[in-house]
């Protein structure tokens, strides 16, 4: 009986503790979609010289949200010829935990008249991060979704990017 009790006291224990620490992507999804969902999210678009002459090159720019005072969602767009790259950054507490990327076909048409919905992505990342860290990533590309599991040095590389990223962009917000 005393094997009993002390199974399921380690289980229990194994259980509230193991899994509140495991990354999960439905409530990381769930913060993307209060951060795209909030209307009061206040946008503001980077003004900083340096940025502008790189993505004039490619008819871009980079725009942060801020909820009250606090950066919530980067995007970054810049087109090239026919293709179209977007990045979009999310964070709760200040560091990041979602990032897509998209590399999309499209006509040339200005990107902010752009019907996003005739897109067709080309290829893409979608990149779930806890602790600064990528816990899920999945990429697209010959026309399907795929879980990265291979190439752990390819994760960090695009990890130590994004972070990169976010710290050069908010610089220039």
Known sequence: MRSVTIILTFLTFYCLTGISQVPDTISIDNIVRTIEDDKG???VSVTDEKYLEKMEDFNGGIVGYF????LVKISVYSAYGNE???YCYYLADDKPVYCWFHASEYDGTDYLKLDKSKLKLIRGDRMYLTNNKIFD???F???????VTSDAKEVMNRNQNILDD???FKSGL
């Open 137 to 139: 990533y999945r990429s």
């Open 166 to 168: 976010i710290v050069s």
């Open 67 to 70: 909820k009250n005072k606090e």
């Open 141 to 147: 590309s010959n026309g399907k979704w795929t879980k």
């Open 84 to 86: 179209i790259y977007e």
């Open 41 to 43: 999210l206040k946008a």
